[in-house]
Nanobody
């Protein structure tokens, strides 16, 4: 099992930036990829971005391409989500997830991001 702790959420005005962090502990050797997801009120959880733990290849949801950037620090077992040019529609609870064996196996508790217009 991998334990994940997110931080860095908060309230920001539209056009602003935030950086989320997710620190992993436990069976981190089993991690194949790390991802960020978000869930807005009344909506289903959706994919935001992912990064392979080895090699660092990334992928993004179309809605955040060019504005968000995912990165990782393997030495610190931490993944980051840099969010720029934030929009009110980015308001959601953001969750970090650890992927292994083709599935997202562990989730963090979530961190609230609120973008005011």
């Amino acid at each position: 099992q991998v334990q994940l702790v997110e931080s860095g959420g908060g309230l920001v005005q539209a056009g602003g930036s935030l950086r989320l962090s997710c620190a992993a502990s436990g069976r981190t050797f089993s991690i194949f990829a790390m991802g960020w997801f978000r869930q807005a009120p009344g909506k289903e959880r959706e994919f935001v971005a992912r990064i392979r733990w080895s090699g660092g290849s990334t992928s993004y949801a179309d809605s955040v391409k060019g504005r968000f950037s995912i990165s990782r620090d393997n030495a610190k077992n931490t993944v980051y989500l840099q969010m720029n040019s934030l929009k009110p529609e980015d308001t959601a609870v953001y969750y970090c997830a650890a992927g292994a064996s083709g599935a997202w196996i562990d989730w963090g508790q979530g961190t609230q991001v609120t973008v005011s217009s």
